[in-house]
């Protein structure tokens, strides 16, 4: 069974920054897709980005150049580096991750809130 556990969320002004972290253990990771979404009140959860066991990172168009993701040396702790925060970026931040290879499944985190305002 594999855990995901979150943390980084919380409340920032306008034009503020945010670090998310995402750790995933409790199994084996060989091939993998780890991701960020996030799902803003009455809307329905949206891919923000993501990044492979070999690095290849992938973002949603609107993001780009706001939202960096990297990792640890591990490899399955994963970050969301956001800039520029607008209050249209409030919304639960969800972790996934992907297991592709030699077992497929997939896991989500809790979620952490962000949240955007003055």
């Known amino acids: 069974q594999v855990q995901l556990v979150e943390s980084g969320g919380g409340l920032v002004q306008p034009g503020g920054s945010l670090r998310l972290s995402c750790s995933a253990s409790g199994s084996s990771f060989n091939k993998f897709v780890m991701a960020w979404f996030r799902q803003a009140p009455g809307k329905q959860r949206e891919f923000v980005g993501s990044i492979s066991n070999n690095g290849v990172t992938h973002y949603l168009e609107a993001l780009k150049g706001r939202f960096t993701i990297d990792r640890e040396n591990a490899k399955t702790t994963m970050f969301l580096q956001m800039h520029n925060l607008q209050p249209e970026d409030t919304a639960v931040y969800y972790c996934?991750?992907?297991?592709?290879?030699?077992?497929?499944?997939?896991?989500w985190g809790q979620g952490t809130q962000v949240t955007v305002s003055a």
């Open positions: 996934n991750i992907k297991r592709l290879f030699p077992v497929r499944d997939e896991y």
